[in-house]
């Protein structure tokens, strides 16, 4: 599929599944910046079809940071209910507010809303990555960090320390 990413996104957003995956698939093959892309991948990355999730995903394992701009188009991806996806979109947004470190301090609130209510223990961990990434400007998500070093899950536990670790290591 040749085209521009700007043509891509479009197609992103077709009815048509083959046309979606044929798009995302072209954007996990291009070496065009996918700044424009990032958002429509991160909701093409939560449909029901197996082949435009699967290029949605690998696409954005090499996007790279979003725009500061898309942090609050990130943040109501990630404020979806979680009956209304599966939960892999908001584990690519909380993972991309991530890449954005302190630049996403905005989204701390809903990054800690996430990791404290999340039924998905994948987008629990992405949230507590980023609020560590995020830093001393996380501050305000320490309580909710703090529950989380106390679960059940090893790694939750582990990020979650770490995350606190960040918020406080760089602040001082």
Do not use: C
């Amino acid at each position: 599929m040749e085209g521009s990413v700007v043509e891509w996104v479009r197609a992103l957003a077709s009815t048509d599944k083959s046309q979606r995956a044929a798009a995302a698939a072209a954007l996990a093959r291009s070496t065009q910046p996918l700044s424009p892309a990032i958002v429509p991948l991160v909701l093409a990355a939560g449909q029901r079809d197996d082949e435009t999730r699967m290029w949605a995903a690998d696409a954005l394992e090499t996007a790279g940071p979003p725009a500061v701009a898309d942090v609050q188009r990130l943040v109501a991806v990630l404020a979806t209910p979680a009956e209304a996806s599966d939960g892999e979109s908001a584990y690519w947004a909380a993972k991309l507010l991530g890449r954005l470190g302190p630049a996403a301090a905005a989204a701390t609130a809903a990054l800690a809303k996430a990791l404290e209510q999340s039924p998905y223990l994948a987008v629990r961990e992405q949230a507590a990555t980023a609020l560590g990434r995020i830093g001393p400007a996380a501050a305000a998500s320490t309580p909710v960090l703090q529950q989380a070093a106390g679960e059940s899950s090893p790694r939750l536990v582990r990020l979650a320390l770490a995350a606190l670790e960040s918020i406080r290591g760089m602040a001082a």
